[in-house]
C-alpha cells in the first residue's frame, strides 16, 4: 500500500475543514452506499459553510431517486462533457473527494477531471488496493461501508449536527452496503453507528427500507420471475448462477438497474456459497461474483479484470460473446469455491448443470 493509504480520518477531516470549494463524487453505477456517502459528506460541508457539488458519471438507480428527492439531490449533477459550471467546480475546488471508490477506471466520464484537478486530491473508502495517485487516502477495510466511515468524520467534528438528511443518507448507505446488516463485514460498531443515526436523525428504519426495497414494478418481479428460471448449480452446488440476456430485459419490460439484488437469490441456495450473475449490457458483460463466509471472491474477480470486496465483487468483460464469458469464469471456479473441500469434484470441467444452462441459452450463446 502507498504511504499515503496510511490517512487517517482525522487528515481527511482537516484537508476538508480548510477547503472552500469541494467537488465530491463516486463510482460509476453508484449505489446506496456511494449516493448515500456523497450526501452525508455534502451536508455536513454545508453545514459548516463550505460551497459544495457531488458530480457523478452515472445517475443514481430508480431506487434511490427518494433519498435525491426528499435529502439533498439538488447537491447533486450527473456529469456532462462540456458543462462550465462542471469544470470550473473541479478547476477551481480546493478539494475533490472520492469516496467509495480506489479505483480511476470506476469513476467513469469524471475521472481524468478529478485527476487533472488542482485541487488536494482525497479518498475515504472501504475497498482494498487504492490506486495511489490520491493525496490523502484513508482507507479502512474492515468497515462494511463508507457510510460508517463518513459517519465518523461527522461524529468526530460535532454529533450535533447529524440532522434527518445526514441519518437518512448514511443510514441508507450502511443499510444498503451490509445486505440489511447480515453480511459478514457486519459489526456490533455498524449497529452502534446505525443507533447514533437513528436517535440524532430522529428517523425510523421501515420508510428507508420500504423507499429501497418494497417499490418494486411488475416489470421487475418479471424479471424475477425469468432470473430465477436461469439459476444453475455448478461444482456439486457450491455456486449457483444467473444469467440475464438483453431478450429476457426487453421480455420483462424491466431497466437494467432492477437487476440488483437478483444475485442474493442464487446466492440464497441451500449448500452455495459463491453466486455469479451474467448481465448482458450492449458493451459487454457485468458479471457480479458473491459469497459467504470464508469464501473470497475478489480475486476471482481480479481474474477478469474486475475487483472488489471478500464476499462481493464484479468484474466486466467487452470484446467476448456471453457464452464464452459464462464458460471462462465457472471454468476458474474451484480454486474459489472448493479450497476447503477436496471431497467435491475438483475436475469437474463442465457439469450436467452448465451444459443445460448453455443449452437453454442456445440461440443467444451459439
Ligand atoms: P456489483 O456486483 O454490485 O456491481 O459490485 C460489487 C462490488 O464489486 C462493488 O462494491 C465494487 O467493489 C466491486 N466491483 C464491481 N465491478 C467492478 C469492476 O469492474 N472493477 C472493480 N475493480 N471492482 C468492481
Ligand atoms: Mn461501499
Known amino acids: 500500500m502507498p504511504a499515503s493509504s496510511s490517512a487517517s480520518i482525522d487528515d481527511i477531516h482537516n484537508a476538508l475543514l480548510g477547503a472552500e470549494r469541494v467537488v465530491l463524487?463516486?463510482?460509476?453505477?453508484?449505489?446506496?452506499?456511494?449516493?448515500?456517502s456523497e450526501l452525508g459528506v455534502a451536508h455536513f460541508l454545508k453545514a459548516l459553510g463550505k460551497e459544495v457539488v457531488v458530480i457523478n458519471s452515472d445517475s443514481e438507480p430508480r431506487r434511490l431517486g427518494w433519498l435525491l428527492d426528499e435529502h439533498g439531490g439538488e447537491l447533486v449533477e450527473k456529469y456532462e462533457e462540456g458543462k462550465l459550471s462542471q469544470i470550473e467546480a473541479f478547476a477551481t475546488a480546493d478539494v475533490v473527494m472520492v469516496v467509495d471508490t480506489g479505483a480511476a477506471h470506476r469513476l467513469g466520464k469524471v475521472a481524468e477531471r478529478v485527476q487533472d484537478a488542482p485541487g488536494k486530491k482525497l479518498l475515504l473508502d472501504h475497498h482494498p488496493d487504492p490506486e495511489t495517485w490520491f493525496d490523502l487516502?484513508?482507507?479502512?477495510?474492515?468497515?462494511?461501508?463508507?457510510?460508517?466511515?463518513?459517519?465518523?468524520?461527522?461524529?468526530?467534528?460535532?454529533?450535533n449536527l447529524i440532522d434527518e438528511n445526514i441519518a437518512t443518507a448514511l443510514y441508507a448507505a450502511i443499510m444498503t452496503d451490509t445486505g440489511s446488516f447480515r453480511y459478514g463485514a457486519t459489526r456490533p460498531s455498524t449497529h452502534r453507528v446505525v443507533a447514533d443515526l437513528l436517535e440524532r436523525g430522529g428517523i425510523s428504519p421501515e420508510p428507508i427500507h420500504i423507499n429501497i426495497f418494497d417499490q418494486r414494478t411488475r416489470e421487475s418481479l418479471r424479471l424475477l420471475s425469468r432470473a430465477l428460471e436461469t439459476i444453475t448449480t455448478h461444482y456439486s452446488g457450491r455456486l449457483a448462477s444467473m444469467v440475464i440476456t438483453q431478450e429476457i430485459l426487453r421480455e420483462s419490460g424491466a431497466y437494467f438497474d432492477e437487476t440488483e439484488g437478483l444475485i442474493n437469490?442464487?446466492?440464497?441456495?441451500?449448500?452455495?456459497?459463491?453466486?455469479?450473475?451474467?448481465?448482458?449490457?450492449?458493451?459487454?458483460?457485468?458479471v457480479s461474483f458473491r459469497s459467504k463466509g470464508d469464501c473470497k471472491v475478489n480475486g476471482w474477480a481480479a481474474q477478469f479484470g474486475g475487483g472488489g470486496h471478500m464476499n462481493a465483487s464484479g468484474a466486466y468483460?467487452?470484446?467476448?460473446?456471453?457464452?464464452?464469458?459464462?464458460?471462462?469464469?465457472?471454468?476458474?471456479?474451484?480454486?474459489?469455491v472448493m479450497s476447503s473441500d477436496p471431497i467435491t469434484a475438483q475436475d469437474e470441467d463442465i457439469s450436467q448443470d452448465d451444459l443445460a444452462l448453455l443449452s437453454a441459452f442456445k440461440g443467444k450463446l451459439d
Do not use: W
Not at 463524487?25 to 448515500?36: C, L, N
Not at 487516502?137 to 454529533?159: M, N, Q
Not at 440464497?268 to 457485468?286: D, N, R, S, W, Y
Open 25 to 36: 463524487t463516486s463510482h460509476i453505477r453508484p449505489d446506496g452506499d456511494a449516493i448515500g
Open 137 to 159: 487516502a484513508c482507507v479502512r477495510t474492515e468497515a462494511a461501508s463508507t457510510g460508517e466511515l463518513v459517519y465518523e468524520l461527522i461524529a468526530g467534528h460535532d454529533p
Open 265 to 286: 437469490y442464487a446466492l440464497g441456495l441451500a449448500g452455495a456459497v459463491a453466486a455469479l450473475i451474467f448481465l448482458e449490457t450492449p458493451h459487454g458483460i457485468k
Open 317 to 336: 468483460l467487452r470484446g467476448k460473446p456471453l457464452n464464452s464469458v459464462v464458460k471462462e469464469v465457472i471454468d476458474k471456479a474451484p480454486l474459489h
